[in-house]
């Protein structure tokens, strides 16, 4: 699993402005000056929305990429190489994630969920998708298209076979059944029309991977070639305090 730094830098915006700053703030409050991890942080975007709504965060960016954390480091995050498939990570007072959970593995997810029961800590985990996606204006095909991406999400994604769109709810369910305090917000990219370039490259990631999955990779390949309009993406924000 890995991603471009060009196609990172051109999601940010829509990450920043999808993402809940009431559950940053809240979390800020909790933690208050307490180390946070920010697991698969990349280049730091998911650190710098935390750092922007909850200053006082002692923020280290935990990625594989060394190449994505040494521009993390140059924008002034510590930051930490780790495989995260081994969920071996360093002490810390609460965790964080962008955009990770949906492209982790069922085993991965649930071996995380079992350390935060055994040691509860405050959890942000957001933007993780959800299945929701529309077009506007819409298109005959488009479920047939989205049906095969859904699909191709639950695949291996380098950890192992995914939770995909699942994954949000499952966390909140799991962590709330064991105590935690739960609290789950909409986080939705809305893409304009107008930014033909964001357009573009979500429609062919989409058709790359319905592709896969369809019966009739024409009709998908079809879909693409004509594909444009305002995009909805779904996303989820979780965020999970421990048991007082």
Do not use: N
Not at 30 to 40: F, K, N
Not at 54 to 71: G, I, K, R, T
Not at 192 to 215: F, K, L
Request: proline content about 6%.
């Amino acid at each position: 699993m890995a991603f471009s730094e060009s196609w990172l830098r051109q999601r940010e915006p829509y990450d920043h402005a999808a993402r809940s700053t009431t559950l940053a703030r809240r979390f800020g409050e909790v933690v208050g000056t307490g180390r946070v991890l920010d697991l698969g942080g990349g280049l730091g975007s998911g650190a710098r929305f935390l750092a922007r709504h909850a200053p006082d965060l002692d923020l280290c960016v935990v990625d594989y990429d060394e190449a994505l954390l040494q521009v993390a480091a140059a924008a002034g995050f510590d930051t930490h190489r780790a495989d995260l498939r081994e969920l071996e990570l360093p002490e810390a007072d609460a965790l964080h994630c962008q955009a990770l959970l949906d492209l982790v593995s069922w085993d991965w997810l649930e071996a995380w969920i079992e350390q935060l029961v055994a040691d509860p800590k405050p959890v942000l985990a957001t933007l993780t998708v959800d299945g929701r996606l529309a077009f506007d204006p819409a298109d005959p095909t488009d479920e047939e298209v989205f049906s095969c991406f859904r699909a191709h999400q639950g695949l291996d994604r380098g950890f192992g076979p995914s939770p995909g769109p699942r994954a949000a709810q499952v966390l909140a369910k799991r962590l709330e059944t064991a105590g935690f305090r739960v609290t789950v917000e909409e986080a939705d990219w809305q893409i304009p029309a107008t930014d033909t370039a964001m357009i573009r490259s979500m429609v062919d990631g989409i058709v790359e991977a319905a592709e896969e999955m369809a019966a009739r990779p024409e009709r998908v390949r079809a879909w693409g070639e004509r594909r444009s309009g305002a995009l909805m993406v779904g996303h989820l924000d979780v965020l999970a305090l421990p048991p007082r």
